[in-house]
T-cell receptor, first 114, second 116 residues
């Protein structure tokens, strides 16, 4: 079956521009997560969506970051006025809403801000 | 707060040998799960093995096994008969019910190199 799909795979943008990253989760997975992985670092939690509930945005690093999930499926992470420190791999994951359900990850989007 | 610590940034092992990656965590939760993920250069995060905190028996998946010491809050990964394809970053992760649903808390990872 299809896994988690992310697009684009790579994105190069100029400082100050806005970018949108897309995530298409596994069908039937109600939970969706965004993580950021900076060079040589672990995964930093950004935001969590569960069904139609209000998302948990506690991990978003600044108000330039936002995300939405339309129709309980596809999610878009938007970074406004990008800065060089935003350069990282952005990983999306989805899972069933159970504690024992593992997260299934996409291949990520590598964002480079020049 | 729940933290996950991987104290070995880099490790190396020869093909066919055994290697153990260490992980410790800190939590006040009683019900939680622990995971090891592998991330090869392709960036794909691949689930290697998972352990339920209330199970005393250590999880095993083929060449991969864990040594789960609940009292010590330790969760090490043993890779037997290492293969070149095991070269990757390995992340230990912790999961409990929280405001962030069932988000995983990750350690900073251990880079494993398997040499011929």
């Amino acid at each position: 079956g299809a896994g988690v799909s992310q697009s684009p795979s790579n994105k190069v943008t100029e400082k100050g521009k806005d970018v949108e990253l897309r995530c298409d989760p596994i069908s039937g997975h109600t939970a969706l997560y965004w993580y950021r992985q900076s060079l040589g670092q672990g995964l930093e939690f950004l935001i969590y969506f569960q069904g139609n509930s209000a998302p948990d945005k506690s991990g978003l690093p600044s108000d330039r970051f936002s995300a939405e999930r339309t129709g309980g499926s596809v999610s878009t992470l938007t970074i406004q006025r990008t800065q060089q420190e935003d350069s990282a791999v952005y990983l999306c994951a989805s899972s069933l809403a159970r504690i024992n359900s593992p997260l299934h990850f996409g291949n990520g989007t590598r964002l480079t801000v020049t | 707060a729940q933290t996950v610590t991987q104290s070995q940034p880099e490790m190396s092992v020869q093909e066919a040998e055994t290697v153990t990656l260490s992980c410790t965590y800190d939590t006040s939760e009683s019900n939680y799960y622990l995971f090891w993920y592998k991330q090869p250069p392709s960036r794909q995060m691949i689930l290697v093995i998972r352990q339920e905190a209330y199970k005393q028996q250590n999880a095993t998946e083929n060449r991969f096994s864990v040594n789960f010491q609940k009292a010590a809050k330790s969760f090490s990964l043993k890779i037997s008969d290492s293969q070149l394809g095991d070269t990757a970053m390995y992340f230990c992760a912790f999961k409990a019910n929280s405001n962030s649903g069932y988000a995983l808390n990750f350690g900073k990872g251990t880079s494993l190199l398997v040499t011929p």
